[in-house]
């Protein structure tokens, strides 16, 4: 088992709400194959960095980069179920310092929410950072305990390519416009 420190990885952890099932949860999986750290308290947590949490409005982008590349920041993904997202936000905010950051749209290759636009799993979340900021190879090492973890990286690969390219993160919130409709997003999100 490898562990999350070596051959100059990011620092990649999770905060784990306990609200799925663990033996089917991204982040308690790929914590036990040494891929990012787990944690069950706020407290216990970075102190600096960004936390994926999607409620946020303020996107991942190359602006943030620094963050983590020069300032030792570390990559935290919020896991909770999406049926309880608000409350957790919301629970979770108020305790941390952590930058809240929200992810460009991509497509989920988990069983669960297959194809759906931004219903990524914490593992996916994490993989998609890190690949935008040029840890592929790590970004597929956590996504490795999945059977579809390599499909998620072929359904988005034009768009990761791009986000992963862009120079502002005005630029990356525009580059979603070309590979998703929005504004249909924007209405089934409204009927629902």
């Given at each position: 088992m490898k562990t999350v420190d070596s051959n100059n990885d990011l620092p990649v952890h999770a905060l784990w709400l306990a609200q799925d099932d663990t033996k089917k949860n991204t982040a308690v999986l790929a914590s036990r194959r040494g891929d990012l750290n787990l944690h069950k308290k706020v407290n216990s947590l970075p102190r600096r960095g960004i936390i994926l949490e999607p409620l946020c409005g303020k996107v991942f982008g190359p602006e943030d980069h620094s963050l983590i590349l020069d300032q030792g920041g570390s990559i935290v993904g919020l896991d909770c179920s999406w049926a309880h997202i608000e409350s957790?936000?919301?629970?979770?905010?108020?305790?941390?310092?952590?930058?809240?950051?929200?992810?460009?749209?991509?497509l989920a290759a988990n069983p669960v929410n297959w194809g759906k636009p931004?219903?990524?799993?914490?593992a996916e979340a994490l993989a998609t950072v890190l690949y935008l900021l040029g840890h592929e190879e790590q970004a597929r090492s956590v996504l490795g305990a999945f059977r579809w973890g390599e499909r998620f990286f072929e359904l988005n690969r034009e768009p990761l390519e791009a986000y992963a390219a862009?120079?502002?993160?005005?630029?990356?919130?525009?580059?979603?416009?070309?590979f998703f409709n929005l504004d249909h997003l924007i209405e089934s999100e409204d009927d629902s």
């Open positions: 957790s936000v919301a629970q979770v905010m108020k305790r941390t310092r952590l930058q809240p950051r929200m992810l460009p749209l991509l931004g219903r990524l799993t914490t862009a120079k502002s993160s005005a630029e990356l919130v525009a580059l979603q416009f070309e």
